[in-house]
């Protein structure tokens, strides 16, 4: 069952709960072809991913994208590490700000544009505080509230 490359959105929702957003970047991901069609097929995780620099190049570690089910000994290693591929001018300005104290780059969503292309909606991100999450479970509740009381009336 292939889905739609419309209807591939792959999210990590833990980040937007654990870290504050300060800048976004859309990034391309360097593929095998077993990964595109697993991708497609709608059998990829971004859950505790995160990414990091090695060599000026940007990687990213922990995204999951489990084996095509109908690759044979082409299979690709589900939780290998993945290039990153943005502007030179992107990656200078990313590494410059990875060097300040507490920021990180989280990945925030995969998604197959127009084109055809897996890419990777990532973000540069520092980390909340203990009482900075229960504020937004607090946000989170009040507009559920809300939510409701606006659907009876």
């Given amino acids: 069952m292939t889905l739609k490359a419309s209807q591939i959105n792959v999210k990590n929702r833990r980040a937007t709960f654990d870290y504050e957003i300060i800048d976004k ?36 570690k922990g995204m999951n994208i489990a084996e095509y089910f109908y690759g044979t ?29 507490g920021l990180t780059i989280v990945p925030l969503r995969m998604f197959i544009n127009e084109r055809g292309y897996a890419k990777l909606d990532i973000a540069l991100c520092r980390g909340k505080k203990e009482y900075d999450k229960r504020e937004s479970l607090k946000e989170k509740d009040a507009k559920r509230d809300l939510d409701r009381v606006k659907k009876h009336f």
Avoid: M
């Fill in 25 to 60: 970047f859309i990034a391309g991901i360097q593929l095998y072809g077993t990964e595109i069609k697993s991708i497609r097929n709608g059998h990829a995780s971004l859950v505790d991913s995160y990414c990091y620099f090695h060599n000026s190049e940007l990687w990213v």
């Fill in 73 to 101: 000994y082409n299979n690709h290693i589900p939780t290998r590490e993945r290039k990153l591929l943005l502007h030179k001018k992107e990656l200078v300005k990313l590494e410059r700000k990875i060097k300040e104290q």
